[in-house]
Each structure stands twice: as structure tokens, then as C-alpha cells.
């Protein structure tokens, strides 16, 4: 249950800040961009992500029992926020935020991160690779620069709309797309222990300003991001509205704990360390109330950027706390430069983030499952996609715990009946 920060404090020098520091502003030019395209794919304001991101991640970092995560939005929480927000406007998603973060508090007091591993790995699997899939057509109608309003939440509604508005594709809107997705993978093979990502993103927008490009821009979109933080405040608070939200608030904690901890353990992977799994979970809990009460979205431990950094030279705490005090330090002295993002270009990012959620690299090894495995994974992804997340998660765990049962519980194949 203890913070991994009070364990690290003790003998903290000056070299492993300096590492911290250096890692810590790396992630942060990693994270800002990022904050802002999940944001607006989630269906809110530009400004929630960064505000996600300072609050969230800085108490995730403070409190957690890793020594390297990094906290803020993810891309697995879009498909849920979009659809909170759908149905219940922005205040509710705040509501299922904070209801989240209480969640994940009991959670952690009980002892329960270390439950995580009777997950099936094939669900888990299956609705990464849905909400992948999802987050990349979402993000078609930016990349081709495609004129239609609000698009729907359901997948098949969706395709049809983005086909339906195929006559305004805008050839210079992919261009800058793609060669926004050329410069991230090159400048990520290259050097990746730099923050090419935001480099990348800058590049093909500057020159969507330079050469006044027909393409679409943060400020165009949504007008001028915010340059402070807004003052904490409790959302609307009734009975009848707290049992509404109660079904996507549990979903949203469950993401944020499992999401924390799949973090937590590659981090570990990375760096040989050990993390505490029920105060990664508790930390958890307080950042979402604490995004909530700045009007934030849903927070928890990021998989890329906490590999981000590590590849950085991050050792510490301190180096999640520095990433959100720089993006703090940005919103404050340099907020309109970031009106500058080109739309196509933020969505050239998520479409790579969508690539590699899904993990490609593991495709071949899904084929050699048992077929149970692919078929639970076939299911769960289906379902997350084509139905809806609370579905997906609820069947495919339920189907995976029974099928495990069933395996433990059968004969082995060579036993024989004693005699009567």
C-alpha cells in the first residue's frame, strides 16, 4: 500500500533527478499531443486531456507503487467517454469519473490489484484490439479531411457516414495526416529516447500555417485552449444520477485498474523492479477523483509513455511528477501555440496509437492459441466493437473464468474409472 516515492526519496541524489528531469520533460513533449488528440476523439474539449494529464498523472506518479508509470487519458478510455458523453454531457462523464475513482479506492483497501491476473489474457487481448479498431475510424473522418457533423457512436452507423461524406475528401488533409505518421515512425526509430512525437506533429503543422493550408486546426475546431487550470469543483450530485452513471463509472474504473497494472508490469519487464499492485490501485483512484474535481477525464497508467520513459532514463517518482508539471508550465505560458495542431495531422497520431494497442507483433502468436483462447478473443473484440464495451468485458470474463474452470476441473485424458 505504500507509495513507491517514499521508498526511493531516501539517497535521492542529484544525478537521478537530473535523469529524472530530462525524462520527465521527454514524456511530457510525448504526452501533450497525445493528451489533446485523445480528448477530442473522446468527445470532449482539447483542455480536459491536458488537464487529465497534469492532475491525474502527477498523483499517479506521487502516489503509485511503480517507480517509472506515467499517468494521464489513454486511447482505451475513448470508446466509454464518447459514449458517456453521448448520453449523459460532459458533467456526467465527470460524475462517472469521480464515482470511478472512489471505486478504485475501495478497490485498493481491499487488497484487490493483485485479482487482475484472473483475467483472461485472451479478453483483454480481444477488447484492446477492438478499441483499436475503433479509435482508427474514428479518427478517418480528420485524416480525410471529410465534411459531416457529429458522427455516431454505433461502428456500421459510422462507416456509413464517413461513406456517405466520401465527396469532400481532402487530398492535402491526408497529406499532412500521412506524412505526420511518416515523420513519428521515422523519428521513433531514429532516436528514441527523444521526444520526436510532438516534433512530428509540430513539423506538418507549422506548415499547415506557413503555407495557410484548406486543412483544420485546433483553434479553428474548437476556438483557444485553455492557459490555467480551473478551480476544483463537486459536479451535480443526485441519487437517481449516480445509479444512472453507476454501470460506465465501473467500467471505467475496471480500464483504469487493469490498464495501470498491464503498465506497471512492462515497466517492470523494462527496469527489473517490482511494483505494489494495490497502491498502484489506490493512486489510481484518488487521480480520478482528482481529474474529476478539475473537470478531467478518466486517468490511468499509460503503457507507451511510461515506456517512453524508461527509454528516457526516468528511475524515479519524480519523473512522472516533472512530465506533468512541464505540461502545467506549457498550458500556462504557451497555450495558443498548440491552436496551431493540425486535425489531420493529431489524427495521423491516433491512428498510429490505435496500430499499436493492438500489438501486431503478437497477431501470429494469437493463431497458435488454443482455439477456446481464439475464440474468446474473437468474441470479446466482436462485442467491443459491434455492442458495447460493458458487454464485451462482462461476457468475455465471465465465459473466460468458466471455461478455465471447466479445464481445471476436467479428467485428465489418460485417467480410467477405478472398478466397482
Known amino acids: 500500500m505504500k507509495p513507491k516515492i517514499l ?58 507503487g511503480s517507480r517509472v508509470q506515467i499517468g494521464g487519458p489513454t486511447g482505451a478510455f475513448i470508446v466509454v467517454v464518447y459514449g458517456v458523453i453521448a448520453e449523459f454531457g460532459y458533467d456526467g462523464l465527470v460524475l462517472a469519473t469521480l464515482m ?10 481491499l487488497r484487490a ?9 485472451a479478453v483483454i487481448n480481444g477488447f484492446t484490439i477492438g478499441i483499436a479498431i475503433i479509435i482508427a475510424t474514428s479518427q478517418l473522418r480528420d485524416l480525410f479531411g471529410l465534411e ?12 456509413t457516414a464517413l461513406w456517405e461524406a466520401r465527396e469532400s475528401f481532402s487530398g492535402m488533409a491526408l497529406a499532412i495526416g500521412l506524412a505526420t505518421m511518416v515523420l513519428i515512425v521515422g523519428l521513433r526509430r531514429a532516436a528514441p529516447r527523444y521526444p520526436g512525437l510532438i516534433l512530428a506533429v509540430g513539423v506538418t503543422s507549422a506548415a499547415v500555417a506557413v503555407w495557410v493550408l484548406p486543412v483544420d486546426t485546433l483553434y479553428s475546431r474548437f476556438g483557444a485552449l485553455p492557459s490555467t487550470l480551473p478551480m476544483p469543483g463537486l459536479p ?18 475496471f480500464l483504469a485498474g487493469v490498464e495501470s497494472l498491464l503498465s506497471a508490469a512492462v515497466a517492470d519487464r523494462m527496469t527489473g523492479g517490482k511494483y505494489r499492485p494495490n497502491a498502484e490501485v489506490l493512486a489510481n483512484g484518488v487521480a480520478n477523483i482528482g481529474s474529476a474535481l478539475f473537470g478531467g477525464m478518466p486517468a490511468t497508467g ?25 505540461i502545467l508550465l506549457v498550458m500556462l505560458l504557451v497555450a495558443p501555440l498548440a491552436g496551431y495542431f493540425a486535425m489531420s495531422a493529431l ?23 488454443p482455439t477456446s483462447d481464439k475464440v474468446l478473443l474473437l468474441l470479446t473484440l466482436v462485442l467491443t466493437v459491434l455492442a458495447d464495451l460493458t ?13 478455465r474452470l471447466r479445464k481445471r476441473h476436467a479428467p485428465e485424458a489418460d485417467w480410467t474409472p477405478p472398478d466397482a
Open 7 to 64: 521508498t526511493t526519496l531516501p539517497g535521492y541524489s542529484t544525478r537521478l533527478f537530473q535523469a529524472d528531469l530530462f525524462a520527465g520533460i521527454s514524456v511530457a513533449m510525448v504526452a501533450l499531443p497525445l493528451s489533446i488528440a485523445i480528448a477530442i476523439a473522446s468527445g470532449a474539449e482539447p483542455g480536459a486531456g491536458l488537464i487529465t494529464a497534469i492532475v491525474g498523472g502527477f498523483l499517479i506518479s506521487a502516489l503509485g
Open 100 to 109: 470511478a475513482g472512489v471505486i478504485l479506492m475501495i478497490a485498493g483497501y
Open 113 to 121: 490489484g493483485s485479482l487482475v491476473r484472473h483475467i483472461p489474457e
Open 148 to 159: 459531416t457533423g457529429a458522427l455516431p457512436g454505433e461502428f456500421l452507423e459510422k462507416i
Open 236 to 253: 451535480e450530485l443526485s441519487f437517481d444520477r449516480v445509479m444512472t452513471l453507476l454501470p460506465s463509472a465501473m467500467v471505467i474504473a
Open 302 to 326: 499509460a503503457i507507451a509513455r511510461t515506456a517512453t520513459n524508461v527509454r528516457a532514463g526516468g528511475r524515479t517518482p519524480v519523473a512522472g511528477m516533472i512530465h506533468a508539471l512541464t
Open 347 to 369: 489524427a495521423g497520431l491516433l491512428l498510429l496509437t490505435a496500430w499499436n494497442m493492438s500489438e501486431p507483433h503478437k497477431w501470429r502468436g494469437y493463431m497458435a492459441e
Open 391 to 403: 458487454v464485451a468485458i462482462g461476457v468475455g470474463v465471465a465465459l473466460g473464468l468458466a471455461l
